[in-house]
DNA sequence: GTGCGTACCAAATGTAAAATGGTTCGTCTC
DNA sequence: GAGACGAACCATTTTACATTTGGTACGCAC
């Protein structure tokens, strides 16, 4: 923070400040930045300067703005709070991580055909972003950036709502969810690699390629999710038990 | 409004004239009924005989209560059908195949896990119900609760329910399309070797050749029902140009 | 023209009051 | 004692209003 650059107007000066405050992280767990009137005030130029910064790193996809409500980092969510209230109390992690696994390898595929080179570049940034996290809290901001970000891209309405119901029901869940990645955060040089290679399936056009790197990487976040609980001595659901169950399990009764 | 039921006691009595008045329809558009404690001066008796005669009504499937929002005739829409509604403007005939192609081949693979010998009968059943269906209709009719049961057996509350988004969609796109399936004598033989496929492979709970399976109908679906569009003279959606466009396409610029 | 401040608009939030269904209790009448 | 009626209270939802916040336009200074 000695010299942002020096010979440049305040609107570069700001939009650097304003990203290294990003990426140093000093944020609230749900990525809220300060007003804009505030940070006119903090870096002590005008809002209209601070706006200009805020519109580039928007373009860029670091952060979101809306009116009434402010401006945060990462990339927002769409909340589908009915639906999700209606399931919310049968689901269980595992049970988010199984639908993730039907939904996400499509919407990665369908990103390698349609994805723009700017469109690249933002997944690229929130890569970046997640590898560079101090902690759990960051990661996931970043990561969900990312994840979301990848199911917009694709314009599909039914696959976008569908992660949206996943992202709300996931963000209930997430008391335990949280915890657990947080225990794995060892392995986050893992999750880097695994994003950057579906970034570049989805670059080289390689749907393929995209769908399995994305089932890839949920299935990696699934074994460090189950490892975790496991640990931690948390009841298996049934769906871990019906994986390793043999055939004898299908003469099990309705229940 | 002669005699309501002369010698009932009031309960019986505002059932009556309860349901006359639903009968009758002199209700706001949305189907609201006068409050409670309108309802108990209107008709002259008590509130818990109001409440006594709309329970029966709510059990009847006639109307329908919400605390603090209040009572209204017919039936509440679920939740799916509201956010289908929202997106309903916004998709074509391609993206629910995509969105398909991403939820069902999971869900067959679930299916694969936790199948009981039950369920595999009754899929079993559905497929030679479709199979002998006379006409393109019925057809639709017994290949659609094949796909239903598939998605009802995992038991994940969350791949349901983006299913069940899925076919209110899909419901609602082929009813305002009046689409079906020009279905030659062969392809509908190849339909039901697939549905065989697919259950087989669930029998032998091969979750991979599942997967697979599913996905190798779903693709042939797509194929057939794009065929139909071409020759129906439809616009094709951007996805089905996108599928076909080179890296070129990539460089296209910003909006 | 750039920078800066002010004012105002539109959208979202937070709060408090009112409305509404859900529930319990007491009293009356037959 | 059973049924009827009223009153009171609770939980949820809606409504209205003030506040906050991003979005936008205008005026002034250098």
Redesign the interface.
């Known amino acids: 923070m000695t010299s942002d650059g020096d010979f440049s107007d305040n609107t570069t000066r700001a939009l650097n400040q304003i990203r290294r405050m990003i990426e140093k992280g000093n944020l609230p767990s749900d990525g809220r930045l300060p007003t804009e009137r505030e940070l006119s005030e903090k870096l002590g130029c005008g809002r209209r300067q601070v706006r200009r910064a805020l519109e580039v790193l928007e373009a860029e996809g670091l952060l979101w703005r809306r009116q009434g409500k402010g401006t945060f980092a990462g990339q927002p969510r769409r909340p589908?709070t009915?639906?999700a209230?209606?399931?919310a109390d049968?689901?269980d992690t595992l049970?988010?991580m199984?639908?993730r696994?039907?939904?996400e390898?499509?919407?990665a595929a369908?990103c390698a055909?349609?994805?723009?080179?700017?469109d690249v570049d933002r997944l690229r940034l929130l890569a970046e972003r997640a590898h560079g996290a101090s902690d759990s809290d960051y990661w996931e901001l970043w990561d969900g950036a990312l994840h979301r970000l990848i199911a917009r891209i694709?314009?599909?309405?039914?696959?976008s709502?569908?992660f949206d119901?996943?992202d709300t029901?996931r963000m209930d869940e997430n008391w335990q969810h949280d915890r657990h990645l947080a225990r794995t955060l060892k392995t986050k040089v893992v999750y880097h690699e695994q994003h950057q290679r579906i970034i570049d399936a989805i670059d080289a056009?390689d749907a393929d390629a995209a769908r399995a790197a994305m089932t890839d990487h949920l299935q990696t976040l699934t074994d460090d999710l189950r490892r975790s609980m496991r640990e931690t001595g948390e009841v298996h659901s049934?769906?871990t038990e019906?994986?390793i169950?043999d055939?004898t399990s299908?003469?099990?009764?309705?229940k």
Request: no cysteine; proline share 6%; glycine share 2%.
């Open positions: 589908a009915e639906m209230a209606t399931i049968k689901v049970a988010i199984e639908a696994m039907g939904v390898p499509q919407l369908l055909r349609r994805a723009t080179a700017e694709p314009d599909n309405p039914i696959l709502a569908a119901l996943l029901v056009r049934f769906a019906a994986r169950t055939k299908k003469r099990r009764l309705k």
